[in-house]
């Protein structure tokens, strides 16, 4: 009675590789289907967002046009909006002066004519030339910094430092862009 040993029945053997492969696609279709509806449930959700987005993004740039132009840096400034041009440049003097930098470094500031952004239709960007005469690494990153200090949405695009011969100093110019409400009435003059 040893040698008896439990055997399939004869045939037996492909139901059997039949039902553990069913027993996996049923797994496999489970776990499908559990992903298809966490990822249904999100697009439903993000559809349900997107008239409300929508909505805040028209209110932010009516806000915008309604600021236009003209804005003032105090208006500006304390309600988070973006300042006009011509509130630019009273502030990047105002972060010459709190990084300490020399008038010998001979700032000159040139904001150029505010210009659409493509990708963000009601939008427009300052572009500003900033150019330093002779200015130390560490005077510039100090400026840079006091001026992110006061516009948050500040970019510096480029920098462009050509060292000065027997000084430890450099001529700089840095080109800054800020969003602002829309192009100004008329062009802004350069600061000596």
């Known amino acids: 009675m040893a040698s008896e040993r439990w055997r399939l029945p004869a045939g037996s053997t492909p139901l ?14 489970a776990i499908a289907k559990a992903r298809f509806d966490g990822a249904r449930a999100d697009v439903i959700r993000r559809e349900t967002d997107m008239p409300r987005l929508r909505q805040e993004a028209e209110r ?18 304390p309600g988070g909006a973006q300042p006009s041009a011509a509130a630019l440049v009273p502030f990047l003097e105002r972060a010459e002066k709190d990084a300490r930098i020399p008038k010998e470094a001979g700032l000159r500031i040139y904001p150029r004519t505010p210009k659409p952004v493509v990708s963000r239709p009601g939008l427009f960007e300052q572009e500003t030339s900033v150019e330093f005469n002779q200015v130390s690494v560490r005077a510039l990153v ?30 700089v110019q840095v080109l800054l862009v800020l969003p602002v409400s829309g192009p100004p009435s008329a062009p802004l003059s350069a600061t000596p």
């Open 60 to 77: 932010i740039l009516t806000l915008r046009a309604e600021l236009g132009p003209e804005a003032t840096a105090a208006e500006a400034a």
């Open 16 to 29: 059997l590789v039949l039902g553990a492969l069913a027993v996996v696609s049923s797994l496999w279709a």
């Open 142 to 171: 100090q400026f840079l910094a006091a001026a992110e200090r006061q516009f948050r949405a500040l970019e510096v695009r480029e920098i462009t430092m050509n060292p000065l011969p027997n000084s430890q100093a450099w001529s």
